[in-house]
Nanobody, 122 residues
Framework: QVQLVESGGGLVQAGGSLRLSCAAS????????MGWFRRAPGKEREFVAA????GGSTSVRGRFTISRDNAKNTVYLQMNNLNPEDTAVYSC???????????????????WGQGTQVTVSS
């Protein structure tokens, strides 16, 4: 079975940076599409970034960059120049359909971590 464990969240001042980690077990991150989503107060879950099995990545914000370390089987989200609107619970997700096309829809991802809280103060 697949398990995803996020870490790295916390409280940061506006303009600061955070690096979130998603440690995966039960799957190889280089053979799957991995995504980051967030749910902010009063808003629906939204897509943040994804990296597909071939290494291509997509992000809705240039300030955010997704990457992976295949040796550690871990996916990262580097977040720079944070602002209070970035405050949310950030969740890692895996599309278990091997070698499928990348998707920005949460419904495409079958495995989810518990999430990590990111709070940006002004």
């Amino acid at each position: 079975q697949v398990q995803l464990v996020e870490s790295g969240g916390g409280l940061v001042q506006a303009g600061g940076s955070l690096r979130l980690s998603c440690a995966a077990s039960g799957l190889t991150v280089s053979s799957a599409n991995m995504g980051w989503f967030r749910r902010a107060p009063g808003k629906e879950r939204e897509f943040v970034a994804a990296i597909n099995w071939s290494g291509g990545s997509t992000s809705v914000r240039g300030r955010f960059t997704i990457s992976r370390d295949n040796a550690k089987n871990t996916v990262y989200l580097q977040m720079n120049n944070l602002n209070p609107e970035d405050t949310a619970v950030y969740s890692c997700a895996a599309d278990l359909r091997k070698y499928s096309s990348v998707s920005t829809s949460p419904s495409a991802y079958a495995a989810w971590g518990q999430g990590t809280q990111v709070t940006v103060s002004s």
